[in-house]
């Protein structure tokens, strides 16, 4: 067959869902393997970072992030309607659902 076929990725929207830091990420393509909607392809370029090619697929369930094994070379992006803040009653503290270290009373231990 002598015409060639294409994948385009969808114009980028003003979020991103998430996004990868190529000084660590290392290539494995877990994060890939792991997302329910394919919104990566894995590169080309073997050990280089998954692009992002359907970024207005993401469900935003973190998957991706969890299979990650490198620490930091994959973050989520949430939209700014995801993005939901709250204030505690009694001392006013603004504080977000997940968030790191929220104000007591925090359940969880202190992270890093
Ligand atoms: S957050 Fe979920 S849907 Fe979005 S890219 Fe990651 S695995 Fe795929
Ligand atoms: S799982 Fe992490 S290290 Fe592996 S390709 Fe995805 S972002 Fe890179």
Not at 45 to 58: A, H, L, N, R, T
Request: charged share 25%; aromatic share 8%.
């Amino acid at each position: 067959m002598a015409d060639a076929v294409y994948m385009m990725p969808n114009p980028m929207t003003p979020n991103q869902c998430v996004v990868i830091d190529p000084k660590k990420c290392k290539g494995c393509n877990l994060c890939v393997d792991s997302c329910h909607t394919d919104v990566m392809l894995p590169n080309l370029e073997k050990g280089k970072p998954p692009i992002v090619v359907y970024p207005d697929e993401c469900w935003f369930c973190g998957d991706c992030v969890q299979a990650c094994p490198v620490k930091g070379a994959i973050t989520m992006e949430f939209p700014m309607n995801q993005r939901v803040g709250w204030k505690r009653k009694d001392t006013g503290e603004f504080f977000r659902i997940g968030m790191k270290n929220p104000p007591p009373p925090n359940t969880r231990p202190p992270e890093e």
